[in-house]
């Protein structure tokens, strides 16, 4: 997985230290010195995501104490063609999804921080070919926590609350979640374990996902800074669905149907870095390796009236699975910087001849394979058009990244995609056609991110994504699918 390599934004490169970046993870070129007080602390965690708000925010005072507001504005359009890979099919479409977020930072104390995000978003359809429009608007509450730090006078803390759960590379986990997490931050030791489960829908947007509910949680991570900018990485995450567990024949309301109960757990490591050896000027690795292991109930559900289906049968599986992601990126010794990076990402497929085994890598449902290599913008590290899980795949991807001037960056990624094993199913997919399983060549892709960064409080990305069709679609061999957007920010 090329593109979801080090978190080494192009402003550090530029000799320009960003604003509070709220990333959650700090750069790999700076020294990931420990912050001092509980709202640097809070900042390490991720208080915006990967947003970057300005150093100057509104400031005024809460209960005597003070308190920090800002936020961000943003609209996004977004236009897609030939998702169904069907000859003359109508399915393109155009959206635009402005948004807007709304953040408090309250500080009751020099050891305790307060924060709560709420986000206003909606979709609208401008066009829709051969459908109708759809429309939708909401309110959220993302996070809302309360971080206790120097807990005992060490460097423990606690953090209760909905809160990030996230991770540079993004390959385990970026969501938010009810919990409580304690962490320990040390010279060259950080690390965190966490219980949760989610407690209410936070949302006016339809019900909590039914595949939600009952779900605990149980995860951990250790970051061990062993020498310079090397990293070795722990990762541990139990999940146990204790929803309730349906019996042939019962009858199930559609809208709250849960066609999946498991109980998983992966283990997992990660190796990163940079080194300066010369040639070339630096060089960044990454390297996972992950496996999954538990069991896993699948309900074959059919209707029985507009508003109910039955359960006709229970399938019991032992799932097994495995993945890595590995690679390099490069910045070559020439004037205008380009950075080359290369990476293969692999999760095991479930073999024909296997009753009762479920040998396919599934990730974790917290994930969101979004990452950078060493631009200003994330963007889906297993290509923007097909972004398929990590399941029963094999990602081969190679990029170029060019910095334009000291705040713009283009990046130009190529994938290219094969099953293991040939399936008719492809995991996590955003497209509407699926192979045929008889061949495992499922095609390319070649996404261009182009982003700047002005010293305003804007940010401009656009993203362009083109994925051709391989033999395993069969008779949609070697059509085309398309992705352009245009996205814009505005920081507070």
């Not at 998702?83 to 309250?106: F, N, S, T």
């Not at 061990?224 to 019996?247: A, M, N, P, T």
Request: glycine share 10%; aromatic share 8%; proline share 5%.
């Amino acid at each position: 997985m090329l593109s979801s390599a080090l978190f080494l934004p192009s402003p550090a490169q530029a000799g320009e230290q960003p604003s509070h970046s709220s990333s959650g993870v700090a750069p790999d070129d700076e020294d990931d010195k420990a912050p001092a007080s509980a709202l640097e602390r809070a900042r390490d965690l991720g208080l915006s995501a990967d947003d970057v708000r300005p150093d100057q925010q509104k400031e005024t005072t809460l209960l005597g104490k003070p308190l920090i507001l800002g936020g961000e504005l943003s609209l996004a359009a977004r236009g897609r063609s030939g998702y169904d890979l069907q000859g003359g099919a109508k399915d393109d479409d155009v959206r635009i999804a402005p948004e807007a977020k709304l953040e408090a930072i309250w500080l009751p104390s020099n050891s305790s921080v307060v924060f709560a995000s709420l986000r206003a978003e909606g979709e609208n359809d401008i066009y829709r070919q051969g459908r109708n429009r759809r429309n939708s608007a909401g309110l959220a509450i993302d996070n809302l926590w309360w971080l206790k730090t120097g807990l005992f006078d060490t460097p423990l803390a606690i953090q209760i609350g909905r809160q990030r759960l996230r991770e540079r590379r993004e390959f385990w986990w970026d969501d938010s979640i009810d919990a409580v997490r304690i962490h320990y931050f040390g010279k060259d030791v950080r690390a965190y374990a966490g219980i949760g489960q989610p407690l209410a829908h936070l949302s006016t947007q339809g019900r909590m996902d039914p595949e939600e509910k009952g779900l605990l949680r149980i995860f951990g991570n250790l970051d061990w800074k062993w020498q310079g900018r090397q990293h070795v990485e722990l990762f541990i995450l139990h999940q146990d669905d204790r929803s309730h567990r349906y019996v042939p024949g019962e009858l199930v309301e559609r809208s709250r149907a849960d066609r999946r109960d498991a109980r998983l757990s992966w283990v997992g490591a990660r190796i990163r870095g940079c080194v300066k050896p010369g040639f070339p000027r630096r060089l960044c690795y990454w390297g996972d390796v992950a496996r999954v292991r538990g069991t896993e109930l699948e309900y074959d559900l059919d209707g029985v009236n507009g508003t109910q289906q039955i359960v006709d049968a229970v399938d019991r599986k032992s799932v097994r699975g495995w993945a890595y992601d590995a690679g390099v990126n490069l910045e070559l010794p020439l004037a205008f910087r380009p950075v080359i990076t290369l990476g293969q990402a692999r999760g095991s497929g479930d073999r024909p001849g296997t009753p009762g085994r479920d040998l396919a890598f599934r990730q974790t449902g917290l994930h969101r394979n979004d990452g950078r290599n060493r631009g200003i913008s994330r963007f889906r590290t297993y290509g923007e058009v097909l972004r398929p899980d990590l399941s029963n795949m094999t990602v081969t991807s190679a990029a170029l990244g060019i910095p334009v001037g000291n705040r713009s960056w283009l990046e130009l990624i190529g994938h290219r995609y094969r099953q293991p094993h040939a399936d008719n199913r492809i995991a996590g997919a955003a497209i509407n056609a699926n192979p045929a399983g008889r061949d495992r060549r499922l095609g390319h892709e070649v996404d261009l991110v182009a982003s700047h960064r002005p010293r305003s409080r804007w940010e401009f990305e656009l993203t362009a994504g083109a994925f051709r069709a391989g033999p395993a679609f069969s008779v949609n061999s070697k059509r085309w699918a398309g992705l352009l957007e245009l996205r814009v920010d505005y920081n507070f």
